[in-house]
């Protein structure tokens, strides 16, 4: 083998680990070994050779597991991380994220893109699944060049006159050109969705030898494309055994917008049900619009779900139905969303908040312990994304995405072994953020002690700084113009 993590604790996620205990697979002097970028060994470390291993990474005191994999990511947005949050839900998108992210430039969207990437990878996120529009760009220009694991979703909207990034955003009242009557709507351009299939079409060829690149069908929602085209994608989905990643069930916008099309009490999860469109080819972002015997169809159907717990709680002030949809018996994955609101994109972080909301949400705090949050963020991302025979779980045969951690870390030391691992609650609930040692995709080495390999970090950060001062200040008139909350905290010096 090329590459030897060994006398580590690993957590592999998977229940047929050798020598493992438990669901994670705990291994308490472990070893997991790589042969390009295929796993060929996890185990006990004592039975491994590291003398058969080009090189070994001594994980003494270091915690090793899967990277962890991000389903639901907008990730231009960082360039203009803080401008909207604290605000009532109504008025994100449309009065204090909006008029700033008009000035975003696709030059702009780039920087926001790779920012987000690296605080992903800097947290031990190996997957990301992006959801953009022209997803390309931003594979080719940010997420390939670092190496990172994509899953490519292109965006499908039939809203007229929307521009390139604001589509890109989900909030329930963020459709995109400014303010719009949900209960008016508008008819579909039908010539823009077949533009945006074909740009999804041709990822489907562009990226059909790269190992790193998984993409996918991305229509906004149902109160964006028209049933038509959501038709047409789903057969092609199901004809070749691809993923809809859409928004669904997101909100009062959408609720209204979907009463204002279908007919009064109809919801995005009846008329998709009636229309045949439920089934193990989507992946449903959000949900937390629906109701619980929506959701519980819609895990019946085999609908695969993530939820957004920083974003949807900073944004709707909802906490996303994660732990009941696991109790539905549907696969779960957690996903950053986009910086405004929430705040970014650490993944540690974001499993901290999910267990959390989800144990002050259901006054319980049994709801899900640290040991879920690990599994949603890893095994549980992958079957959501669909590439859970890759990844996911540190397992022979699956492709080497594998993040180790430093357990002398201020915030997740001491950490003890008997009678119980404390490394797997300290690290969920107590990490700050630099504890990353290392961290692999597909075997290739993306973080070492010295940071981020082949990338100056720093760099990126000042060209991000640069070019959103430029973005607020061309912003300010029209920002103010729309005049949100945020303007009178302005005002009163607190902002
Ligand atoms: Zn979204």
């Given at each position: ?287 937390h ?18 939820g957004c717990p920083s974003s949807i709680t900073a944004i709707d002030g909802i906490v996303p ?16 969303d986009?910086?405004?609101g929430p ?10 908040t999910a267990?959390l909301l989800?144990?002050a949400d ?134």
């Amino acid at each position: 083998m090329d590459t030897l993590v060994t006398d580590t604790l690993l957590v592999t996620m998977d229940p047929d680990t050798p020598g493992g205990s438990g669901d994670l697979g705990i291994v308490e002097r472990g070893a997991v070994g790589w042969t390009d970028g295929e796993i060929v060994y996890v185990g006990p470390a004592d039975a491994v050779d590291p003398a058969d291993a080009e090189r070994t990474i001594d994980g003494d005191g270091r915690l090793t597991c899967p990277g962890f994999v991000n389903v639901h990511v907008h990730g231009r947005h960082s360039i203009v991380r803080g401008a909207a949050q604290d605000v009532p839900e109504i008025e994100w998108m449309d009065r204090a994220l909006g008029p700033i992210v008009d000035h975003v430039t696709p030059a702009d969207g780039v920087v926001g893109a790779r920012l987000t990437a690296l605080e992903a990878i800097a947290s031990g996120t190996t997957t990301i699944g992006e959801y953009a529009t022209d997803v390309a760009a931003l594979v080719d220009e940010v997420y390939r060049p670092l190496g990172l694991r994509v899953v490519a979703t292109e965006t499908i909207n039939e809203l007229p006159d929307t521009s390139d990034v604001r589509d890109s955003d989900d909030s329930d009242d963020s459709d995109d050109s400014g303010v719009r009557d949900p209960d008016e709507p508008v008819p579909f351009d039908r010539e823009r969705g077949a533009a945006a299939l074909g740009r999804a079409e041709a990822l489907f060829e562009r990226y059909a030898d790269d190992p790193l690149v998984e993409p996918a069908y991305g229509p906004q929602a149902l109160d964006m494309v028209s049933m038509d085209r959501l038709r047409e994608v789903v057969d092609r989905a199901r004809a070749a055994d691809r993923t809809v990643h859409m928004h669904v069930a997101q909100g009062d916008r959408e609720r209204r917008g979907i009463e204002a099309r279908y007919g009064d009490g109809e919801t995005t999860v009846g008329v998709l049900d009636a229309a045949g469109l439920l089934g193990d080819h989507l992946l449903a972002a959000h949900l937390h619009g629906a109701t619980v015997d929506e959701r519980a169809r819609l895990a019946d159907a085999g609908v695969r779900m993530v939820g957004c717990p920083s974003s949807i709680t900073a944004i709707d002030g909802i906490v996303p139905p994660i732990v009941e949809y696991r109790e539905h018996g549907g696969d779960v994955g957690i996903g950053t969303d986009q910086a405004p609101g929430p705040g970014g994109h650490h993944a540690l972080r974001e499993l901290r908040t999910a267990a959390l909301l989800a144990k002050a949400d259901r006054g319980d705090p049994t709801a899900l312990d640290a040991a879920g949050a690990l599994e949603i963020a890893t095994i549980g991302g992958a079957r959501a994304l669909g590439i859970d025979d890759r990844v996911g779980s540190l397992s022979p045969g699956k492709r080497a995405d594998v993040a180790v951690y430093d357990l002398g870390s201020v915030g997740v030391a001491p950490t003890v072994n008997d009678p119980f691992h404390t490394a797997i609650p300290n690290l969920v609930y107590g990490a700050v953020g630099n504890e990353l040692e290392a961290a692999f995709v597909d075997g290739v080495q993306l973080v070492s002690a010295g940071g981020i390999v082949g990338l100056d970090a720093d760099a990126v950060v000042a060209e991000a700084n640069e070019r959103a001062e430029r973005i607020f200040a061309d912003a300010a008139a029209d920002w103010r113009a729309a005049g949100s909350t945020l303007v009178d905290d302005v005002d009163a010096g607190r902002l």
